[in-house]
């Protein structure tokens, strides 16, 4: 005796899904087109934020990776996979639209972000640094960088 599966409505779910995925995504991060490019003393949110993101030998100033580091790692990237899954469970479900779930997870991604740079990140400012902002803790001083990260769905 054969078993047949009726595998129409995982087709017709690729088929909508895949067509309506085709070209979406999410960036997160200090974007130029939401502020990013503002110039204030001289350099831009995106030039601060890859002088800490990389460090600068130039200048002294050590990498201090609050991006890459709220993303990679097994911790996160479980974190990710449970998100991932929970998105796409809701788009399977028709309980949200591929924009909605690419609006959540970009959400989340700034919120990692975010959460991170406020727990501390390593290595803690020099002494003359925390002479001068009166705080160890780096990247934290005026919320500038941390108001400029965010996210932006791409279609």
């Given at each position: 005796m054969d078993v047949q599966i009726n595998d129409k409505?995982?087709?017709?779910l690729v088929a909508k899904i895949g067509k309506e995925m085709a070209n979406k995504g999410v960036r997160v991060g200090v974007l130029a087109e939401?502020?990013?490019n503002e110039?204030?003393?001289g350099i831009t949110m995106i030039e601060l934020a890859a002088i800490h993101e990389f460090g600068s030998q130039a200048a002294g100033?050590?990498?201090r990776s609050f991006i890459r580091s709220a993303f990679e790692g097994s911790?996160?990237?479980h974190a990710q996979r449970i998100m991932m899954g929970k998105t796409i469970k809701g788009v399977i479900e028709?309980?949200?639209t591929p924009d909605q779930a690419l609006e959540m997870l970009g959400l989340w991604g700034v919120s990692r972000i975010k959460k991170g740079?406020?727990?501390g990140i390593d290595p803690a400012n020099a002494d003359s640094t925390v002479a001068k902002k009166g705080s160890s803790k780096p990247l934290v001083d005026t919320g500038r960088l941390l108001n400029a990260i965010?996210?932006?769905v791409e279609s």
């Open positions: 409505r995982w087709r017709e939401k502020g990013g110039d204030r003393d100033i050590p990498e911790t996160s990237e028709d309980r949200m740079i406020k727990a965010n996210h932006k």
